[in-house]
């Protein structure tokens, strides 16, 4: 008995691991399909939630249902299925993108990990039921802080361990090879029960486990405080797995220590601590243009997630049921968690103007937390109020703001896209900017000496410009654009020149073209590409660019799969001989020389770094840029040897490439 206990831990614990390491693998292979978008992630996990749902839904039909031989064949059924279509290789081209992009994640990991993830989503819960019937007096409870527990480690395993050391081959290679061994070993368990007898009958089970309606209330509170406080962190930092994964760690924590009784030891100090959470995130909300540094924005976002799914996710474990509701309650909890991250993921892009993701949220689990607490008295009762009152203004406030000053204001798959516009400094007259979410990619000042003139990032000092005034000569220069923003770029565009964008989002081009004069008055000849610049590229014939720039933005950072070894072999086959390749490295959050140091090394190309001082008064900020070129005269020009100087290679930086990459060396602290 006791080897087979522990058989029954160790194939939940493996099953629970690979279920979560799956997630940021299938994630990053995803991205560069879409773009690098930070939306990417939020629609992963309203797909991996709506499984999970799936896998419960399954492990309570079958164990309500069916006798303890009928459960072994029809489970021992789906791991060989789920075999069979083993082998995760996520490569769908710009066919696969259909008309919104959320459907090609959801259509591209059904038919990829579908049936092996059902096959692991369902296990805690059906092991634990038939755990339940073959151990009484034993409670099940544990196994489910245990496959919690697995699930945390899988996730602090894969920044620090699987992603800095395997290649995206070696880790789908070695997951492949978990997931054999552990359909060997859940097969066993089923098929060492099939003469278990059956302890409760289906009408049994649905009376012991009647779900009450907070199971599903604190559930979703939970699934909508992962998603909203996940997605506000990677819109505005960066769409890496590596800031995707402490939230969803953390939120599995708070499960484990839930589980295990941790939270009702301590409720009545704990709940001020909530309170305190709550109001630190609406505090740091409540105006949308403040930008953290990341050694302040992450432990407070992420301290208090933890807190609040703590409260949660207790509330809940104080609810749950005898030993025979089990399944019901797992599927109601899932239920909930896969409302919440289907709500904030899918629902709100759809149907709110701008993301006032988080702070809904908020007001959603202040609610929630007074109903919970509804029992303890005035004092809490009133005290929450006060909260839900407090989250309702900060969310009517981001309304206000995101309004303020706005001339367009409109949100897609790819974030909220807002046109600002305002008079001041007074020299501008009127000042544009364009904003993905809280970062600028552009503006425009319509006074009659600045008009059409390069602002913000694009200064004639700045690499950019450098590039494109030295580039070419006299004659005519031909430039791919990745990424267009306001079309700042057409503005060094002279007669007989051609200058390419490359931009994903539509909603971009519509901006650019109504709101901007950059692309209707620049002289040259100006076209705009739709679609992920790599799989265009790779679809087209040689471009011979004089200059391609890379200036795409997913949050504050471009996106990982145009920074890797093959992105820039792509880029050289659209590069004239002589030609210059610009990366636009501007970040608060990463320092991103090191990768392009190593992937110009790599390709025996040099790497030149320019970092151009702000001039307020000019329109012109900070920024820097990088120079990738093979052309030694380029670079011994005056103007580029005296702004510019060589790109470091970093020692703990390997070189990325589509198969491997790894941010955690990268980050700065401090942000300037």
Wanted: proline share 6%.
């Amino acid at each position: 008995m006791t080897l087979l206990r522990c058989l029954y831990s160790l194939t939940i614990f493996l099953s629970a691991f690979l279920l979560l390491v799956v997630e940021p693998m299938a994630a990053k292979q995803l991205l560069p399909t879409l773009g690098g978008s930070s939306a990417v992630w939020t629609t992963c996990l309203v797909f991996f939630a709506v499984a999970l749902l799936l896998g419960y839904l399954y492990a309570h039909w079958i164990s309500s249902l069916f006798d303890p031989k009928q459960q072994a064949v029809i489970h021992i059924l789906i791991l060989t299925m789920a075999l069979l279509t083993l082998g995760i290789r996520i490569q769908p081209g710009p066919a696969a993108v259909s008309y919104h992009p959320a459907l090609t994640v959801f259509r591209v990991l059904a038919t990829v990990i579908g049936l092996p993830y059902l096959a692991l989503s369902s296990t805690t819960p059906l092991l634990t039921a038939w755990y339940a019937g073959s151990f009484e007096g034993r409670s099940p409870y544990r196994l489910f802080a245990l496959s919690n527990f697995a699930s945390l480690l899988a996730l602090a395993s894969y920044p620090l361990f699987i992603e800095p050391h395997l290649t995206m081959k070696q880790q789908t290679g070695w997951w492949s090879g978990g997931f054999l061994v552990f359909a060997v070993l859940c097969g066993a368990i089923a098929w060492q029960g099939r003469r278990r007898l059956l302890t409760a009958g289906p009408e049994k089970a649905a009376l012991a486990g009647r779900p009450e309606p907070f199971w599903f209330l604190l559930a979703l509170g939970g699934g909508m405080m992962l998603t909203a406080v996940t997605s506000h962190m990677s819109a505005n930092i960066a769409a890496i797995p590596l800031l995707w994964l402490p939230p969803l760690a953390l939120y599995l924590l708070t499960f484990i220590l839930a589980f295990q009784g941790a939270w009702r030891p301590i409720r009545q100090s704990m709940l001020r601590w909530v309170l305190v959470a709550v109001a630190s995130m609406a505090y740091a909300l409540r105006d949308i243009r403040t930008i953290l540094p990341i050694a302040v924005s992450l432990p407070l976002f992420l301290i208090a997630l933890f807190l609040c799914c703590f409260f949660l996710h207790g509330e809940l474990y104080a609810r749950r049921p005898a030993a025979t509701g089990m399944t019901r309650f797992y599927l109601v909890v899932a239920t909930g968690g896969a409302a919440g991250t289907l709500l904030v993921g899918v629902i709100f892009p759809l149907v709110l103007r701008a993301n006032y993701d988080l702070a809904c949220t908020l007001v959603v689990v202040s609610l929630i937390a007074l109903a919970a607490t509804w029992q303890d008295g005035w004092g809490l009762r009133m005290i929450w109020m006060a909260g839900a009152a407090a989250a309702i203004v900060v969310l009517s406030t981001q309304v206000h703001q995101y309004d303020d000053d706005a001339v367009a204001l409109m949100r897609n798959f790819y974030g909220t896209l807002r046109v600002r516009e305002s008079h001041l400094p007074p020299q501008s007259d009127t000042d544009r900017q364009l904003l993905n979410g809280t970062i600028e990619h552009g503006a425009e000042w319509f006074a009659p000496q600045f008009l059409d003139q390069p602002l913000t990032y694009y200064a004639p000092d700045s690499g950019l410009g450098l590039a494109m005034r030295l580039c070419c000569g006299a004659g005519a220069k031909r430039v791919g654009v990745i990424g267009l923003g306001t079309g700042t770029v057409a503005a060094y565009g002279n007669p007989g020149d051609a200058i390419l964008f490359y931009e994903i989002n539509p909603l971009v081009e519509r901006l650019a073209r109504h709101w901007f004069t950059f692309l209707h008055d620049s002289p040259a000849r100006i076209e705009v590409i739709l679609g992920d610049a790599r799989l265009s590229l790779a679809a087209e014939k040689p471009q011979h660019f004089n200059v391609i720039v890379v200036d795409a933005f997913s949050g504050d950072a471009i996106p990982v799969h145009l920074l890797t070894r093959e992105a820039l072999a792509l880029y050289r086959r659209h590069l004239q001989p002589g030609g210059v390749i610009v990366f636009h490295v501007s970040n608060q959050y990463i320092n991103l020389e090191p990768v392009v140091a190593a992937i110009a090394e790599d390709a025996g190309m040099k790497a030149e770094s320019v970092h151009s001082r702000g001039d307020e008064q000019n329109g012109y900020y900070y920024a820097d840029w990088i120079l990738v070129t093979a052309n030694e005269t380029l670079l011994s020009q005056p103007e580029i040897v005296n702004n510019g100087f060589p790109t470091l290679l970093q020692a703990n930086v390997r070189l990325w490439t589509d198969n491997y990459s790894s941010v955690f060396p990268l980050l700065k602290w401090h942000s300037k």
